[in-house]
């Protein structure tokens, strides 16, 4: 009975972890959606918004690797309590922001909470599910989480003509979903098990923070595979969660057609992230996943930044692409737990979307500060050729990620370091 218990109460801690995954990651890419709403009404510029966006992604950064260290520490239960608090909290003082310090305190606070989204659920799956499954667990896990930024989009879209425009109100209702999930965690407390607690065994980690990370920084494939990660994710970053909407309106699309447009990405990335898994698993490759994203994903975004097409559908299929080059990162993500030591597999996740974030918090400034350059100051009327002189950024980063996979990242056939030596 206790084992049957126990059964249930890891697949509902996992399918609450990958709700949290879903909920962080609609809060990541929100802002981008509802930019015609917020600059106006915090009184922004294209610059100063970029800055609201990137705050969430410092905080996020920051906080992986520590989060990592503190899921050790205290538990997966534990730890997934503090950040959806925390991001439920974030959430409402968004709604409030009445200025742009304000704002970005909040954004701060949402992406210190998500970090422990993320990491918590591939930390559940590495613990409880066989290694064999990992590429699919890991992407299943994705896909959940990744509804997140599709629900960011239209979905919100249609919330906030039903709310008659009203942005704060809406976030009013996304911050309650926050406390709910709460709830579900304070009662998986009460799922027993043989053993106790869910994660009472997981095991804490005598060795320092500093010594795990000289361990990783020794090892060159991790970071060569956390850099084709930031490089291959970035693009989706900046058309799914900043200048997408703006850039497609600019484009003659309207804000709700351009918002399920940047659906169409998250739905590309969403699907991709299990089918390349299973894909993967079942060659026992990684390298070529890597190869053919990167290729992808230079094709879309070049023909994004240079096309003068104004037809909807076509954006949709070349977004979607783009939204499947990106869940290569994915596959990125097991190279990387392949390539570390199995003490220190939770810290190089944190270490991986911790360079992530570092692509997505400088990036999108700079690329907003030539944006705004290009346009003179005009926030309001942006004209395509205000956005390419930016965006050409995209197709370079998926041409740095094809580099470091064909030259610089060794296939491990689906094999961790320990059965290679």
Same mark, same amino acid.
């Given at each position: 009975?206790?084992?049957?218990?126990? !059964?249930?109460?890891?697949f509902?801690l996992?399918?609450?972890a990958a709700?949290?995954? $879903?909920?962080?990651?609609?809060l990541r890419?929100f802002?981008?959606t509802?930019?015609?709403?917020?600059?106006?009404s915090?009184?922004?510029?294209?610059?100063?918004?970029?800055?609201?966006?990137?705050?969430y992604?410092?905080?996020y950064g920051?906080?992986?690797?520590?989060?990592?260290?503190?899921t050790?520490?205290f538990? +997966? $239960?534990r /730890?997934?309590?503090?950040g +959806?608090?925390?991001?439920?909290?974030?959430?409402l003082l968004?709604?409030? *922001?009445?200025?742009?310090?304000?704002?970005?305190?909040?954004r701060?606070?949402m992406?210190?909470?998500?970090?422990?989204?993320?990491?918590?659920?591939?930390?559940i799956?590495?613990?409880?599910?066989?290694h064999?499954?990992?590429?699919f667990?890991?992407?299943? /896990?994705?896909?959940?989480?990744?509804?997140g930024?599709?629900l960011?989009?239209?979905?919100?879209?249609? $919330?906030?003509?039903? !709310?008659?425009?009203?942005?704060?109100?809406?976030?009013?209702?996304?911050?309650?979903?926050a406390?709910?999930?709460?709830i579900?965690?304070?009662?998986?407390w009460?799922i027993p /098990?043989k053993?106790?607690?869910?994660?009472?065994?997981?095991?804490?980690?005598?060795?320092?923070?500093?010594?795990?990370?000289?361990v990783?920084c020794k090892?060159?494939q991790?970071w060569?595979?956390?850099?084709?990660s930031g490089?291959i994710?970035i693009s989706?970053?900046?058309?799914?969660?900043?200048?997408?909407?703006?850039?497609l309106? *600019?484009?003659?699309?309207?804000q709700?057609?351009?918002?399920y447009?940047i659906?169409?990405?998250?739905?590309?990335?969403?699907?991709?992230?299990? +089918?390349?898994?299973?894909?993967?698993?079942w060659?026992c490759?990684r !390298?070529?996943i890597?190869?053919?994203?990167?290729?992808l994903?230079?094709i879309?975004?070049?023909w994004?930044i240079? *096309?003068?097409?104004e037809?909807? @559908?076509?954006?949709?299929?070349?977004?979607f692409?783009?939204? @499947?080059?990106?869940?290569?990162?994915?596959?990125?993500i097991?190279a990387?737990?392949?390539n570390?030591?199995?003490?220190?597999?939770?810290?190089?996740?944190?270490?991986?979307?911790a360079?992530?974030?570092?692509?997505?918090t400088?990036?999108?400034? $700079?690329?907003?500060?030539i944006i705004?350059? /290009?346009?003179h100051? !005009?926030?309001?009327?942006?004209?395509?050729?205000?956005f390419?002189?930016?965006? +050409?950024a995209m197709p370079?980063?998926f041409?740095?990620?094809?580099?470091? @996979?064909?030259?610089?990242?060794?296939?491990?056939?689906?094999?961790?370091?320990?059965?290679v030596?």
């Amino acid at each position: 009975m206790f084992g049957r218990y126990h !059964n249930i109460g890891i697949f509902a801690l996992w399918l609450v972890a990958a709700a949290f995954f $879903l909920y962080e990651f609609f809060l990541r890419t929100f802002v981008g959606t509802l930019a015609s709403q917020i600059i106006p009404s915090l009184h922004l510029n294209m610059e100063s918004f970029a800055w609201v966006e990137a705050s969430y992604a410092l905080a996020y950064g920051l906080m992986q690797v520590p989060v990592g260290m503190i899921t050790d520490r205290f538990g +997966i $239960l534990r /730890s997934l309590l503090l950040g +959806i608090l925390v991001c439920g909290i974030a959430t409402l003082l968004f709604s409030q *922001s009445q200025n742009l310090a304000m704002a970005i305190l909040a954004r701060l606070l949402m992406g210190f909470g998500s970090a422990f989204g993320f990491v918590c659920l591939i930390s559940i799956v590495v613990k409880y599910f066989p290694h064999r499954y990992f590429a699919f667990m890991a992407g299943i /896990s994705q896909f959940i989480g990744t509804i997140g930024p599709m629900l960011a989009g239209g979905p919100l879209v249609n $919330l906030l003509q039903h !709310n008659q425009g009203q942005w704060r109100l809406s976030l009013s209702y996304v911050s309650a979903i926050a406390f709910v999930l709460a709830i579900c965690i304070i009662a998986l407390w009460r799922i027993p /098990s043989k053993t106790g607690p869910i994660d009472n065994n997981w095991p804490k980690r005598r060795s320092t923070l500093g010594t795990q990370l000289k361990v990783l920084c020794k090892n060159q494939q991790i970071w060569f595979i956390a850099c084709y990660s930031g490089a291959i994710y970035i693009s989706l970053a900046l058309m799914g969660a900043v200048w997408g909407t703006s850039f497609l309106q *600019s484009k003659g699309l309207t804000q709700i057609s351009a918002a399920y447009v940047i659906s169409a990405a998250w739905l590309g990335y969403a699907v991709g992230c299990p +089918i390349l898994g299973v894909l993967s698993d079942w060659h026992c490759r990684r !390298n070529y996943i890597l190869i053919g994203c990167a290729l992808l994903g230079l094709i879309a975004t070049a023909w994004i930044i240079f *096309s003068d097409t104004e037809s909807c @559908v076509v954006y949709l299929t070349i977004f979607f692409a783009l939204g @499947v080059a990106a869940s290569g990162q994915n596959i990125a993500i097991i190279a990387m737990v392949e390539n570390a030591l199995k003490q220190v597999r939770a810290t190089a996740i944190g270490l991986n979307n911790a360079v992530i974030t570092i692509f997505t918090t400088a990036v999108p400034p $700079l690329v907003g500060l030539i944006i705004n350059t /290009s346009a003179h100051g !005009n926030a309001i009327r942006l004209h395509p050729s205000d956005f390419v002189s930016g965006l +050409i950024a995209m197709p370079l980063f998926f041409l740095l990620a094809l580099v470091l @996979v064909c030259f610089f990242i060794r296939e491990t056939y689906a094999k961790t370091i320990s059965s290679v030596i």
